[in-house]
C-alpha cells in the first residue's frame, strides 16, 4: 500500500531564505507526482506535477525535484516571500487515471 | 471561467440527518473525485468516476454515497451512517491528457454536525 510522508509538518522562515520541502514515498512504483499549494481553508492549486520519466519541473521560484528509485521528492522555493505562507502538499499517482495518495503536507510561513 | 464549483460552503448537519455536498465542473473532464480533509490531515479519497454512469469506492467510502448522471456534476451525500463526519470536503475533477491528468479542486465545504 503507497503511504506518502511530508517532513517537516511545519516550517517558518524569514523572507529571502531559500527553502525545501521533503516528500517521501512507499512504492517507487508511480506514474506522476504532483505538489499542491492549499491556503486556509481553501482548496488545492497545482504547481508542479513530474511524470515518472522526469527528474525535475520549474515554474518560476519553483523547482521540483523526482527520484523514484529513492523514493523521494523534493520541492524547492527560491527567495521565499510572506505570500509564499501556505500548505504544501504532495500527491501520487499509482498509474494513469488511478487514485491520488496524499502526504499530510507541510504548513509553511515566511515571515516578513 | 472554467472551474469546479461547490456549495454550499458551509452546512450544519443535525445527527440522524443526510445531507448532500453539490460539485458542479464545467471544464469537461471526464473524471471527479471526493475527498475529505480532516485538521492538519493530508487528503482521504472517499469515491471517485471516472466516466457518467460509473463510480468506484475510495479509502473511506462508508457512510457516503454519490451519484455520476451527469458529466459536469458529481454530489456527495453524508448519511447518517457516517459517525463522525465534521469535516472539509474537496471535490475535484481531471482530464486523461498526455501530460498527466492534472487535477483540479473546488474551493471546498466545510461540514459540521450539531
Known amino acids: 500500500k503507497q503511504e506518502v510522508t511530508q517532513i517537516p509538518a511545519a516550517l517558518s522562515v524569514p523572507e529571502g531564505e531559500n527553502l525545501v520541502l521533503n516528500c517521501s514515498f512507499t512504492d517507487s512504483a508511480i506514474y506522476n507526482l504532483q505538489w499542491f499549494r492549499q491556503d486556509p481553508g481553501k482548496g488545492l492549486t497545482s504547481l508542479l506535477l513530474i511524470q515518472s520519466s522526469q527528474r525535475e519541473q520549474t515554474s518560476g521560484r519553483l523547482n521540483a525535484s523526482l527520484d523514484k528509485s529513492s523514493g523521494r521528492s523534493t520541492l524547492y522555493i527560491a527567495a521565499s516571500q510572506p505570500g509564499d505562507s501556505a500548505t504544501y502538499l504532495c500527491a501520487v499517482r499509482g498509474n494513469q487515471g488511478g487514485k491520488l495518495i496524499f502526504g499530510q503536507g507541510t504548513e509553511l510561513s515566511v515571515k516578513p | 471561467d472554467g472551474g469546479i464549483t461547490q456549495s454550499p460552503k458551509y452546512l450544519f448537519r443535525k445527527e440522524g440527518q443526510n445531507v448532500t455536498l453539490s460539485c458542479e465542473q464545467n471544464?469537461?473532464?471526464?473524471?471527479m473525485y471526493w475527498y475529505r480533509q480532516d485538521p492538519g490531515q493530508g487528503l482521504r479519497l472517499i469515491y471517485y468516476s471516472q466516466i457518467v454512469n460509473d463510480f468506484q469506492k475510495g479509502d473511506i467510502a462508508e457512510g457516503y454515497s454519490v451519484s455520476r448522471e451527469k458529466k459536469e456534476s458529481f454530489p456527495l451525500t453524508v448519511t447518517s451512517a457516517q459517525k463522525n463526519p465534521t469535516a472539509f470536503y474537496l471535490c475535484a475533477s481531471s482530464a486523461r491528457t498526455e501530460t498527466g491528468n492534472t487535477i483540479y479542486f473546488g474551493e471546498g465545504s466545510w461540514l459540521t454536525v450539531v
Open positions: 471544464l469537461n473532464h471526464d473524471a
